[in-house]
């Protein structure tokens, strides 16, 4: 269906009334969580808020629009053969993640479900986290590349891969500033991808493998793995 001025006027103003509410959801909400829950539920608590206001609040928007989840990134059909950028991105970025991985700063900071040397448990727990941490890079993903870059495409173009990478640098003021730089690069370059492939999965596959690797490095260091 052909989109008139006026509806792509309404469509930008709606993703960009519900990206503010989404971004402060996600960013507050681990605030509400008890003082007395364990490590685990908390954790679990954040990455269902993350999964909250970064997918579910922006789906229901896309709902509301009378859009499709495959117009803000949800489309399989026709990407089959763009899993080759991403792979030769994953390649680019293991080298840098296999020798941060070496340093205090990174195995203080990784696994993100917080893990010591000779702590009990650890597979147990983890088993129950990486699920929920892959569903938080679905969302993550849906939201920056899928919301924000598809959603206001229509009316601003390319610009909105600029736009949508700003706030995802400021979700990385927590992490080291290296990382956080990073995010620039990876915001422009994944959007760049995800407006012209018109698809956010190869994306999450990029992200959960990057992920896997900080974890699996993190772990290995600290003797869980080798």
């Known amino acids: 269906m052909t989109q008139t001025t006026d509806d792509l006027d309404r469509r930008t103003i709606v993703v960009i009334a519900i990206a503010l509410v989404s971004l402060w959801g996600g960013r507050f909400a681990f605030n509400w969580r008890s003082d007395d829950?364990?490590?685990?539920?908390?954790?679990?608590?954040?990455?269902?808020?993350?999964?909250?206001?970064?997918?579910?609040?922006?789906?229901?928007?896309v709902l509301v629009l009378g859009m499709k989840p495959a117009d803000i990134g949800w489309r399989v059909r026709g990407t089959s053969h763009d899993w080759k950028k991403y792979a030769a991105l994953f390649v680019i970025a293991a080298p840098f993640v296999i020798v941060a991985s070496t340093t205090a700063e990174f195995q203080d900071r990784y696994p993100l479900y917080e893990i010591y040397p000779g702590q009990s448990g650890v597979w147990r727990d983890l088993s129950i986290w990486w699920p929920l941490y892959v569903a938080q890079f679905v969302a993550i993903e849906t939201f920056f590349r899928g919301y924000l870059v598809l959603g206001l495409a229509p009316k601003i173009g390319r610009l909105s891969i600029l736009v949508a990478t700003i706030p995802y640098l400021m979700i990385h003021f927590v992490k080291p500033p290296t990382e956080?730089?990073?995010?620039?690069?990876?915001?422009?370059v994944m959007g760049t991808l995800a407006y012209r492939t018109k698809s956010v999965w190869w994306g999450v596959g990029l992200h959960?493998?990057?992920?896997?690797?900080?974890?699996?490095?993190?772990?290995?260091h600290k003797g869980f793995i080798w």
Do not use: H
């Open 37 to 61: 829950w364990s490590r685990l539920t908390e954790m679990s608590w954040w990455a269902g808020s993350q999964i909250v206001f970064y997918l579910v609040l922006p789906m229901a928007a």
């Open 180 to 188: 956080a730089l990073a995010s620039i690069v990876g915001g422009i």
């Open 208 to 220: 959960v493998a990057v992920a896997a690797l900080m974890d699996v490095m993190s772990l290995g």
